[in-house]
């Protein structure tokens, strides 16, 4: 039995969508504002058949850069990152593009939440090896 199996059918798949695309557990939350974005965003447009998660995240992730979204880059890069939808080539890649679309600035900004992620994952690894050494 999974841990939304209580909820109406919308929403249970709404929060198995948003906890696969924002790599971290989620519940079920109050308000049009939540059940909108679960039921709606999550459930019907996230799960459309024609685009990958990938897809939609590079759109978004160019959508955000391009409109100051940095707030919600730093959930999408690392949970691109985390899906392993993009690799560190990929996202320094994305970083120098967007720069000349979305300009400098911005893409200083992202390029601080990519070599944040990539320092973070590379600490993990780290400590995940030297944990198994000491075993």
């Not at 504002?33 to 999550?42: G, N, P, Q, R, S």
């Not at 993009?86 to 070599?115: K, M, T």
């Not at 995940?128 to 000491?134: L, Q, S, Y």
């Amino acid at each position: 039995m999974g841990k939304f199996d209580d909820l109406p059918e919308q929403r249970r798949i709404g929060l198995e969508k948003m906890e696969q695309v924002y790599g971290f557990d989620m519940t079920d939350g109050a308000g049009d504002f939540f059940a909108i974005t679960a039921d709606h965003l999550f459930a019907d447009i996230w799960t459309r058949p024609g685009l990958s998660d990938r897809d939609r995240r590079l759109l978004l992730i160019g959508l955000l850069a391009g409109s100051g979204g940095h707030d919600v880059l730093t959930i999408q890069i690392p949970a691109a990152y985390a899906a392993g939808e993009l690799d560190d080539l990929q996202l320094r890649e994305i970083v120098i593009f967007l720069c000349h679309y979305a300009g400098w600035p911005n893409g200083a900004r992202i390029n601080s939440i990519v070599e944040d992620t990539i320092a973070k994952a590379a600490r993990a690894k780290a400590k995940a090896a030297k944990a198994a050494e000491d075993d």
